[in-house]
């Protein structure tokens, strides 16, 4: 329960975590367009309002500066917040609506119409200031016909002294519209723009947006907690069920199934664990074939010396320099076990090392015999000349040592051919492979045969193992009537 209530705060913080990096992410380019639009919105709103003044003034006949509060007023629409509408001496100064975010409000911008001076606040009780504000200017005079033509100038975007009444702030300010009339300025409308948050569309747009994070929010959190609640439980029960059978394992229990859970990477664990558990219970087949081998390979000339020893005490056998010769015999052969016995587990210690130079293949093998007793011509060597190899030359030397004997004891006539090609050396001898032996090169693999054939069983396992410990690899097998032992070093060769 512990671990299950651990992986569910880990998968639950995980999950959210997640979830909540997404959710960051998407209120973050929120924010961005957000923060883009609101820089944006006052310049589209200034120039719709602009071009909708343009448009009422050429539609507009007859046209008179006192008219132009009237058309100002007709052109607003909910995204203009206010309007302030002065001379260009600020000798009178008239606001209508609010500021953008409708903290201040002046004379109902509705009711524009319905004023027809510019009486109304103290042209000398305004804040002054600069800002950066787009500017439009539009020309009306009478022609001889007296239809009123509007000039209309490119729109600029320029720093300009802004005069607002008090109360108000100069940045509130988005746009001007210079009005003249006969090409006398006559009426400057200052334009104030709706914030997103004031404008009412925008404002319930926000609102929305902001509600929907907040359950989306909650939403993730409640599917984390039931996601992580249903994969922790199912985890919990697949990781108890590996956990379990590692126990047993780990009791000696190697004959255990790992049964498959479903998720990829605990069948990859699961595999690894059964490859593992068989490997054990092979190792302790072997150890205790191991144990019972070399038992009765070390009490085989035991037994001998102590039936020629009793024979010799009850006079059955003539204690003279042949039961001496029989018996020195004998303890050759424990003393070849036992050193092969030796020697295996000193080539086997993981902290061994294998001390390589460079040494030509035909010296190797010829040192390698060298300590053999063999008659002549029972061994021919065929070794490709100038091959080099780089190895441990004694470890080397005993491997091909094993396996010649080995095959001098199945073949003592020959003929014995020892061949190369590149890094690979080839030992053939006439004979047959026992068929109930498939494991050559595993110590006392040789079993019963060995007690009634001599030897130790061991020359193969310790040949396979110097091969191992050099990158290289031993084989064995039977063609044509042959045995045929192959020694390939790979990579070794220079």
């Given amino acids: 329960m512990i671990l299950s209530r651990r992986q569910f705060i880990r998968t639950f913080t995980t999950v959210l975590g997640i979830a909540l990096v997404i959710l960051l992410f998407q209120i973050a380019g929120l924010l961005a367009a957000g923060f883009i639009t609101s820089h944006s919105w006052p310049k589209y709103v ?8 343009k448009e009422k003034i050429i539609e507009t006949e007859a046209i008179t500066p006192e ?11 909910g995204q203009v917040s206010g309007l302030i509408l002065h001379a ?13 975010k409708g903290d201040l409000k002046g004379n109902d911008i509705s009711g524009v119409s319905q004023l027809r001076s510019y009486a109304g606040l103290n042209p000398n009780n305004l804040n002054s200031g600069y800002k950066n504000i787009y500017i439009a200017t539009y020309d009306i005079y009478e022609s001889e016909d007296a239809i009123n033509l509007v000039y209309y100038d490119e729109l600029m975007y320029e720093n300009r002294e802004i005069r607002v009444p008090q109360g108000m702030n100069p940045n509130d300010v988005s746009g001007r519209i210079i009005i003249s009339y006969n090409n006398s300025e006559s009426v400057i409308i200052e334009v104030l ?7 009412g569309p925008t404002r319930f747009f926000l609102d929305h947006m902001v509600t929907s994070i907040i359950s989306v929010l909650l939403v993730a959190i409640v599917v984390a907690m039931v996601s992580s609640f249903l994969y922790s439980r199912r985890n919990t ?4 069920a590996i956990k379990n059978t590692v126990s047993a394992l780990s009791h000696g229990k190697f004959d255990v199934e ?13 595999d690894s664990l059964s490859s593992l558990a068989h490997t054990l219970e092979t190792n302790r087949k072997n150890r205790q074939e191991w144990v019972r081998s070399i038992g009765h390979d070390l009490n085989t000339p035991i037994t001998s010396m102590n039936l020629l020893l009793d024979g010799a005490r009850d006079g059955i056998f003539k204690v003279d320099e042949k039961l001496v010769d029989s018996i020195s015999d004998e303890c050759k052969v424990l003393s070849s076990r036992i050193d092969s016995i030796r020697y295996y587990s000193f080539i086997s210690d993981p902290d061994l090392v294998v001390e390589r130079s460079e040494i030509g293949l035909f010296d190797l093998v010829d040192d390698a015999l060298s300590s053999l007793k063999v008659k002549s011509g029972v061994i021919k060597l065929d070794i490709e000349e100038g091959c080099v190899l780089n190895v441990d030359q004694k470890l080397v030397e005993r491997a091909i040592k094993e396996v010649v004997a080995n095959a001098l004891h199945e073949a003592p006539d020959g003929p014995i051919v020892i061949s190369s090609h590149g890094a690979v050396i ?3 001898n006439p004979g047959k492979l ?35 410990l050099h990158g290289g690899s031993a084989s064995i097998s039977e063609t044509d009537g042959a045995v045929v032992v192959v020694l390939d070093f790979k990579i070794d060769k220079l």
């Fill in 426 to 428: 080839t030992i053939k």
């Fill in 88 to 100: 260009p001496d600020y000798s009178k100064v008239v606001f209508f609506g609010t500021t953008p």
């Fill in 237 to 240: 029960r697949k990781i108890d």
């Fill in 46 to 53: 200034t120039r719709d309002y602009m071009a909708a003044i």
């Fill in 258 to 270: 790992f049964k498959k859970t479903g998720v990829y990477e605990l069948d990859e664990i699961s």
């Fill in 193 to 199: 723009v709706s914030t997103l948050g004031f404008y």
């Fill in 434 to 468: 026992p068929s109930s032996v498939p494991q050559f090169f595993e110590p006392w693999s040789r079993g019963d045969l060995s007690r009634h054939e001599g030897g130790s069983g061991m020359g193969l396992p310790i040949t396979g193992k110097i091969m191992e």
């Fill in 67 to 77: 008219m132009i509060m009237d058309i100002a007023g007709d052109a607003v629409d």
